[in-house]
């Protein structure tokens, strides 16, 4: 199988999540491996936001492991955690409402210290054209597919090591679903590691390496 030379990217060992006394999330284990896209699919509920939180920091997972690289990273914050490579595309996009496209994207690379930002700036540019058109454009300006757009923009303007998107079809009219989706698969075959948060079992699974189903938080 594809991933059974590949390193071991982000391995996620028995973590467990609550809010409050009510478990969202109640134990699960899944590896992501270098190159691969690997898809969280379940419904509505079934704990996959959750997950995010937890790999990105914004939630503490109770219990349970994660590494990344093999290193332990449970307990870190957000911003250690996004300066490491693990950022997120969140669902409902996130987008800085007055600031321009332009702006939004360098947000994303508000962690970053090396030189090359526009270089990675013109990349985002070539896979979303219509951001470069309308680069002056107010964030909270842009249509929902736009927003998408943008949002994915801007976190790979954060060099991810792990690109984590939540639901990224959701609200979309059809034809943007297939834009996003295939920007997606473009991202990855780009050597962007992927994983993928999807209601939209299908699509999901016509683009994954491998696939993990969520059901009540297990
Ligand atoms: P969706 O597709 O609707 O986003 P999901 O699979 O991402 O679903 P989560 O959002 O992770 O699911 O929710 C998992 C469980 O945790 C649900 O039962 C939800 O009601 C609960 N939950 C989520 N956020 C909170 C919160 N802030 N406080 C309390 N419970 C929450």
Redesign the pocket.
Known sequence: MKHDNAAVLLSVHDVKVA??G?Q??KGISFEVHAGELVSLI????????????ALTGLLTAGSGDIRLHGVSIRGQGAWDLARQGLVMVP?GRGIFARMTITENLLMGAFTRRDDEVEVDMERVFGLFPRLKERCSQLGGTLSGGEQQMLAIGRALMARPQVLLL??PSMGLAPLMVDKIFEVVADIHRQGVTVLL?E?NARRALQLASRAYV?ES?E
């Open positions: 809010y409050g009510i969202a999330v379940g419904a509505n509920g079934a704990g996959k936001t959750t997950t995010l939180k669902e939540d639901e948060v209601q969520m938080g």
